[in-house]
Nanobody, 118 residues
Protein backbone atom coordinates (compact mmCIF):
# COMPACT_ATOMS: atom_id res chain seq x y z
CA UNK A 1 0.00 0.00 0.00
CA UNK A 2 1.50 3.28 -1.16
CA UNK A 3 1.55 6.09 1.37
CA UNK A 4 2.96 9.59 1.45
CA UNK A 5 2.46 11.21 4.83
CA UNK A 6 3.32 14.87 5.28
CA UNK A 7 4.00 16.46 8.65
CA UNK A 8 5.54 19.59 10.14
CA UNK A 9 3.00 22.18 9.10
CA UNK A 10 1.56 24.75 11.47
CA UNK A 11 1.19 28.41 12.30
CA UNK A 12 4.30 30.57 12.16
CA UNK A 13 4.99 34.30 12.24
CA UNK A 14 6.40 36.11 9.19
CA UNK A 15 10.14 35.64 9.06
CA UNK A 16 9.93 32.32 10.86
CA UNK A 17 10.89 28.83 9.76
CA UNK A 18 9.26 25.43 9.40
CA UNK A 19 10.53 22.06 8.28
CA UNK A 20 8.12 19.79 6.44
CA UNK A 21 8.63 16.06 6.17
CA UNK A 22 7.09 13.52 3.83
CA UNK A 23 7.47 9.89 4.81
CA UNK A 24 7.02 7.40 1.97
CA UNK A 25 6.13 3.73 2.08
CA UNK A 26 4.91 1.03 -0.27
CA UNK A 27 7.21 1.80 -3.20
CA UNK A 28 10.92 2.00 -4.03
CA UNK A 29 11.63 5.53 -2.88
CA UNK A 30 15.01 5.83 -4.62
CA UNK A 31 13.36 5.41 -8.04
CA UNK A 32 11.14 8.42 -7.64
CA UNK A 33 11.60 12.14 -8.18
CA UNK A 34 10.16 13.83 -5.12
CA UNK A 35 8.48 17.21 -5.16
CA UNK A 36 6.63 19.65 -2.95
CA UNK A 37 3.60 21.49 -4.28
CA UNK A 38 1.33 23.95 -2.55
CA UNK A 39 -2.19 25.24 -3.01
CA UNK A 40 -3.61 28.37 -1.47
CA UNK A 41 -7.37 28.94 -1.19
CA UNK A 42 -8.81 29.97 -4.54
CA UNK A 43 -5.56 29.32 -6.38
CA UNK A 44 -4.19 26.50 -8.51
CA UNK A 45 -1.75 24.00 -7.11
CA UNK A 46 1.81 25.07 -7.90
CA UNK A 47 5.19 23.44 -7.82
CA UNK A 48 7.48 24.61 -5.05
CA UNK A 49 10.56 22.40 -5.29
CA UNK A 50 11.71 19.04 -6.61
CA UNK A 51 14.70 16.80 -6.06
CA UNK A 52 16.01 14.07 -8.35
CA UNK A 53 16.27 10.47 -7.21
CA UNK A 54 20.03 10.64 -7.42
CA UNK A 55 20.00 13.40 -4.77
CA UNK A 56 22.05 15.73 -6.93
CA UNK A 57 19.87 18.25 -8.66
CA UNK A 58 17.07 20.31 -7.18
CA UNK A 59 14.73 22.84 -8.71
CA UNK A 60 12.81 25.66 -7.07
CA UNK A 61 10.04 28.04 -7.94
CA UNK A 62 11.32 31.58 -8.29
CA UNK A 63 9.13 32.65 -5.39
CA UNK A 64 10.98 30.41 -2.91
CA UNK A 65 14.57 30.44 -4.23
CA UNK A 66 17.02 31.33 -1.51
CA UNK A 67 14.47 30.68 1.24
CA UNK A 68 13.42 27.04 0.84
CA UNK A 69 15.62 23.96 0.62
CA UNK A 70 14.46 20.52 -0.49
CA UNK A 71 16.39 17.43 0.53
CA UNK A 72 15.87 13.69 0.71
CA UNK A 73 17.12 10.78 2.76
CA UNK A 74 16.78 7.60 0.73
CA UNK A 75 17.70 5.49 3.76
CA UNK A 76 14.70 6.88 5.64
CA UNK A 77 12.37 7.12 2.61
CA UNK A 78 11.74 10.73 3.50
CA UNK A 79 11.84 14.06 1.70
CA UNK A 80 12.09 17.36 3.52
CA UNK A 81 11.33 20.99 2.83
CA UNK A 82 13.15 23.50 5.01
CA UNK A 83 11.32 26.80 4.79
CA UNK A 84 13.01 29.95 6.09
CA UNK A 85 12.07 33.63 5.99
CA UNK A 86 8.42 32.69 5.61
CA UNK A 87 5.99 35.21 4.22
CA UNK A 88 2.19 35.44 4.42
CA UNK A 89 2.11 34.54 0.71
CA UNK A 90 3.57 31.15 1.63
CA UNK A 91 0.32 30.26 3.40
CA UNK A 92 -1.08 27.16 1.70
CA UNK A 93 -1.61 23.45 1.98
CA UNK A 94 1.66 21.75 1.08
CA UNK A 95 1.61 18.44 -0.75
CA UNK A 96 4.27 15.84 -1.36
CA UNK A 97 4.41 14.21 -4.81
CA UNK A 98 6.33 11.19 -6.06
CA UNK A 99 6.93 10.47 -9.77
CA UNK A 100 8.69 7.33 -11.02
CA UNK A 101 11.75 8.22 -13.09
CA UNK A 102 10.87 5.75 -15.87
CA UNK A 103 7.16 4.94 -16.02
CA UNK A 104 5.91 8.24 -14.54
CA UNK A 105 3.68 6.54 -11.94
CA UNK A 106 2.54 9.32 -9.62
CA UNK A 107 1.51 9.47 -5.98
CA UNK A 108 0.32 12.34 -3.81
CA UNK A 109 0.19 12.87 -0.08
CA UNK A 110 -2.82 14.26 1.76
CA UNK A 111 -1.23 17.63 2.51
CA UNK A 112 -0.18 19.63 5.53
CA UNK A 113 -1.33 23.17 6.30
CA UNK A 114 1.16 26.01 6.61
CA UNK A 115 -0.12 29.36 7.85
CA UNK A 116 2.13 32.40 8.04
CA UNK A 117 0.53 35.15 10.06
CA UNK A 118 1.30 37.63 12.78
Amino acid sequence: QVQLVESGGGLVQPGGSLRLSCAASGFIFSLYVMSWFRQAPGKERESVASVQNTISGANYADSVKGRFTISRDNAKNTVYLQMNSLKPDDTATYYCKAVHVYNRSTYWGQGTQVTVSA
